[in-house]
């Protein structure tokens, strides 16, 4: 089936949960104002529906064969990078001093959800080519900087980042991986990468992969590895001695290549160094905020996708009688059809809405509210992460299920959304580091008055339904209550046992908290929209999707919600399993 962006509902979510509106009346988006920013939306949907869309099934079936060294992409796939590159979609948020936009990180959160709902595959290579364009533009010299970063940003050129070897995985202690100075300036780099997404393709000239690797006499561990910038072809127009040495056969994502790349069989590939000798982790953690919260929007855009498909099947397809019917019925009629529409749709944007915010606190460290801003996005980050990934797992799930058995099967689409869903929760850090970031980085923030301050607005939020009082919120303000209390409890619990020298308590209720935190958090976003929709009621407008985002609030809340008491007990209760797990897995 064809799909179609939900640009209205994208665009009231940026407004109403994420503070578009706010951002431009206080000035922090320059001279953007809401027309030119639905307009945009509008344009990248046209091309995200058109263009890009028709491609997901293409890429899923032809995959990305090597042939002598060289990948050939799917049918279709060079035109449509040629199209959207051309469309300026590369550098929407990029610096308009490095032939970027400028335009704000919130739009552009916006618009990488559109790509990814279209086809993860594709998108994935404008999203390693962001963090490519973030790490130069910070940590490049100026000579990198003039050679690459315009051919960067205009989508000329693609980037990759190479960190992960065999041996080294999450544990970049592990990395093997080698430099050399040439004595000119330039380094030779040799070793092995693998899991290195669009390490070779066709759809640029020339890619620059970001390498990590150590130098001679390099400290051990982390603090020895060093970044730097390797290009496939030389400013000299030679190719350099790298190669991609074989590809992987995935269980989803087929149309994006997965390689892995051998540097220096004839020396050393030629390199030159991103920031300081040492200090190449530095310089990748400062795209690592942008970089994971852009995975957090391939989850929402596959959930997007999964849900929308679901919908429209379960509006075709006709079996049983729903109570009171006289014939077969839709089986979007059946209340249990209706439970899981219903879950998809409101995780679904549940996880917008907490990416969305995300983007806009990184927006709003560039400008007056500085450190501020800058510690709600990193707290925020591994939440909009792994709780929308995890999202995308579960709501893939249940598109297949919708479906019946016509979803096991791969004519119908659904378990691709499913296949290519999984990665999600293991890329670019797993969930399980992301919950471990969250509980022992994240909350101590600003010695926890940044997460503080985050239930705080969470209970504005709730006294707001309060205050309301409509009849259609039913138990919603209670029952988000409740959600955040368990939050606080959880949270106040997570900084005792980090205070008390008790790791081990924090660790073993990580995951939960984090889905605690999630679950919470996103309640409080479809709440927020639902309360602008009930005013927008009163005030007299007519938009029935007013009255569904009121009704979707209800539905999480109501039913969604009701898991935070449960994670609570498993955050404080639960971490016994510690003591004696090596016992209970002997079994």
Known sequence: MSYRTPVA??????????????????????????????????????????VIAPLNTVGDRHGTPLAEGAITTPPGWREAYRTWTEGGWNGLSAEADHGGQGLPLLLNAACTEMWNAASIAFGLCPLLTAGGIEALARHGSD???????????????TATMNLTEPQAGSDLSLLRARA?????????????????????????????????????????????????????????????????????????????????????????????????ENRGLACMFTMMNSARLNVGLQGVGVAERSYRQALAYARDRRQGRAPGAAQASPIVEHADV?????????????????????????????????????????????????????????????????????????????????????????????????????????????????????????????????????????????RLRAGIESLDRATSFQAKALGSNRPDDALAGATPYLRLFGLVQGGACLAKAALASSAALRAGETDPAHAARVSLARFFCENLLTAAGGLEESVIDGGGFTQDAGLALAG
């Not at 000579?143 to 000329?156: D, H, I, P, Q, T």
């Not at 004595?183 to 780099?189: A, E, K």
């Not at 995890?390 to 299920?401: F, H, K, P, R, W």
Request: glycine share 12%; hydrophobic share 40%.
């Open 180 to 276: 050399e100075a040439a004595g000119d300036g330039s380094y030779r780099i040799t070793g092995s990468k693998i899991y290195i997404t669009y390490g070779e393709h066709d759809l640029t000239d020339n890619i620059v992969h970001l390498v990590l690797a150590r130098l001679r006499d390099a400290p051990a561990g982390t603090r020895g590895i060093s970044l730097f910038l390797v290009p496939k072809v030389l400013p000299d127009g030679s190719h350099n001695d790298l190669r991609c040495s074989g590809i992987e056969h995935k269980l989803g994502i087929h149309g994006s290549p997965t390689c892995s790349m051998a540097f220096g069989d004839h020396g050393g590939a030629t390199g030159w160094l991103i920031g300081e």
């Open 9 to 50: 509902e994208m665009a009231f979510t940026l407004r109403h949960v994420a503070g578009l509106d706010e951002g431009i009346a206080s000035g922090l988006y320059g001279e953007l104002t809401t027309e030119d920013a639905e307009a945009i939306l509008q344009e990248a949907a046209r091309v995200a529906d058109a």
């Open 338 to 478: 209706q439970r899981m529409l219903l879950t998809m749709k409101a995780s679904t944007a549940a996880a917008r809405g907490i990416c969305y915010l995300t983007a806009q606190a990184l927006d709003a460290a560039r400008g007056a509210e500085g450190q501020a801003a800058a510690d709600r996005a990193s707290l925020l980050t591994p939440v909009a992460k792994a709780f929308s990934t995890d999202i995308a797992n579960e709501v893939t799930s249940l598109g297949v299920q919708v479906h019946g058995g016509m979803g096991f099967v791969e004519e119908t689409g659904a378990a691709q959304h499913m296949r290519d869903a999984r990665i999600l929760a293991i890329y670019e850090g797993t969930n399980g580091i992301q919950a471990i970031d969250l509980v022992t980085r994240k909350l101590p923030l600003a010695g926890g008055a940044t997460v503080r301050a985050q239930i705080a607005g969470m209970r504005r939020i709730a006294e707001g339904v309060q205050k309301d009082a409509s009849p259609a919120f039913g138990h919603t303000a209670a």
């Open 143 to 157: 000579a990198l900087k003039e050679r690459y970063l315009g051919r960067l940003v205009s989508g000329e050129w």
